[in-house]
């Protein structure tokens, strides 16, 4: 079965950078998108930042030039690198999939959408203070 597995969270100053890190496994499909997503308490869950197998890549507007996404495809892993961290970035941060057709996970990471995605991890806390 599919298994997302984040990591790399922590507490850190408004302006610093942390890099979460998504190791994925037991995916049986060719084509993909994987993404990040985020969810502070009360609020609803919002799409970050997604890529596909070929390495387009698709991100929120509030982050940006702040926020970059990319995976080491030898190792199975995503990373979410963040930058100018701001207090409104703390939220626990998902790691996300969906294993289809070259253009169904084209479709998903432009989107942004977290109903599109079908395999979660489990969460990484991130919290930015003042």
């Known amino acids: 079965q599919v298994q997302l597995v984040e990591s790399g969270g922590g507490s850190v100053q408004a302006g610093g950078s942390l890099r979460l890190s998504c190791a994925a496994s037991g995916y049986t499909y060719s084509s993909y998108c994987m993404g990040w997503f985020r969810q502070a308490p009360g609020k609803e869950r919002e799409g970050v930042a997604a890529i596909g197998k070929n390495g387009r890549t698709s991100y929120a507007d509030s982050v940006k030039g702040r926020f970059t996404i990319s995976q080491d495809n030898a190792k199975n892993t995503l990373y979410l690198q963040m930058n100018s961290l701001k207090p409104e970035d703390t939220a626990m941060y998902y790691c996300?999939?969906?294993?289809?057709?070259?253009?169904?996970?084209?479709?998903?990471?432009?989107?942004?959408?977290?109903?599109?995605?079908?395999?979660w991890g489990q969460g990484t806390q991130v919290t930015i203070s003042s």
């Open positions: 996300a999939a969906v294993f289809s057709s070259s253009w169904y996970s084209d479709y998903v990471c432009r989107q942004l959408s977290h109903a599109d995605f079908n395999y």
